[in-house]
């Protein structure tokens, strides 16, 4: 019993860690794995480097955005951002 209370430090830190990172992260990549999936033609989306467009063609691993009139580009799907919202 008395070798029990060296290991409650321990126990206790992993329960922060977990509480503080493990499970917010994984419910951000949770939320985002759910917009990569709900991705379709016509929505306006920002690229991780800064690039907005609108998505023109769509299949399971890449996208096709206008940027520009005449002016497409294919990215990875994971090279989404975000989904602008019309307002």
Same mark, same amino acid.
């Given at each position: 019993?008395?070798?029990?209370?060296?290991?409650?430090?321990?126990?206790?830190?992993?329960?922060?860690?977990?509480?503080?990172?493990?499970?917010?992260?994984?419910?951000?990549?949770?939320?985002?794995?759910?917009?990569?999936? +709900? $991705?379709?033609?016509? %929505?306006?989306?920002?690229?991780?480097?800064?690039?907005?467009? !609108?998505?023109?063609? &769509?299949? #399971?691993?890449?996208? +096709? $955005?206008?940027?520009? %009139?005449?002016?497409?580009?294919?990215?990875?799907?994971?090279? !989404?951002?975000?989904? &602008?919202? #019309?307002?």
């Amino acid at each position: 019993m008395e070798n029990i209370g060296a290991f409650i430090p321990i126990i206790l830190l992993v329960l922060v860690f977990y509480f503080l990172l493990w499970r917010p992260q994984q419910k951000q990549q949770k939320i985002r794995k759910e917009m990569l999936e +709900s $991705l379709k033609k016509g %929505d306006r989306v920002v690229t991780i480097g800064g690039i907005h467009g !609108v998505i023109k063609d &769509i299949d #399971e691993s890449s996208i +096709s $955005l206008r940027v520009a %009139d005449n002016l497409n580009l294919k990215f990875s799907r994971a090279a !989404v951002d975000r989904v &602008i919202e #019309e307002e």
